[in-house]
């Protein structure tokens, strides 16, 4: 099997987890390899996947699973582009949730779903400290924040960002493509590769880096390669 029927057979089951990434990936894929999307036809994949985002919720009440908090949201965003009508977290159990992931040593993954909510209607953002608070704290979680600017300001590549937003972001990503090729991690370089490729730079080191590597049996990291090295 090829890359996307190897993503699209992973995530053919009812797990929440599977069908939010599922919709999203074809989502991104629709806007990034417009041919591709056609050749394949993918539409009533992403179509039915996006009726099963439906039924998937958001895990409260109960103890937190950031897993499955994510899934939810990741479906609720992709039912909002597309107008569809979907019911939105309780607010103040989203908001006691971002706080906990905050306080667990996740405030990254709290700003993410905090951003992802506000943009459905929904803002419980946390106060984050400068426009790149974790440029000090960790290259690699620095890297995953601004991949996640680009993706947040273009609606996960639905449209254009602007042209200074692009080139600083298209900046610091560049930055850090010999730091992964010292430090490799085929998830987040498939991430900046694809956001450098959006974002009209070239990334072709990255996405040699990704080719070479042997194929995950993770499904994040099976959809992070498929885009990378799909975008047209």
Avoid at 98 to 110: I, K, N, T, V, W
Avoid at 196 to 223: K, N, Y
């Amino acid at each position: 099997m090829d890359r996307l029927d190897t993503f699209l057979a992973a995530t053919a089951g009812d797990a929440p987890t599977d069908v939010a990434l599922r919709t999203l990936t074809l989502q991104m894929l629709r806007a990034l390899a417009p041919r591709l999307f056609a050749q394949r036809g993918l539409a009533p994949h992403l179509q039915a996947a996006l009726e099963r985002c439906h039924r998937v919720g958001y895990g409260f009440p109960g103890t937190l699973d950031p897993d499955l908090l994510q899934a939810g949201i990741d479906a609720w965003f992709c039912r909002h582009l597309h107008g569809l009508p979907h019911p939105p977290p309780e607010r103040v159990a989203l908001e006691a949730a971002l706080r906990e992931l905050a306080a667990a040593d996740q405030l990254l993954y709290a700003w993410l779903l905090g951003e992802i909510a506000a943009r459905c209607g929904v803002d419980v953002r946390l106060p984050m400290d400068g426009p790149r608070p974790f440029l000090r704290v960790s290259r690699t979680h620095d890297a995953y924040f601004v991949t996640h600017l680009v993706l947040l300001a273009s609606d996960y590549f639905a449209r254009p960002v602007s042209a200074a937003q692009a080139a600083e972001w298209a900046d610091a990503l560049t930055e850090y493509v010999p730091w992964l090729h010292r430090n490799p991690n085929l998830d987040l370089a498939g991430e900046v590769a694809f956001c450098l490729r959006f974002l009209g730079r070239d990334a072709a080191s990255l996405l040699s880096l990704v080719e070479a590597a042997p194929h995950s049996d993770d499904p994040h990291t099976q959809a992070t390669a498929l885009l990378a090295l799909s975008v047209e």
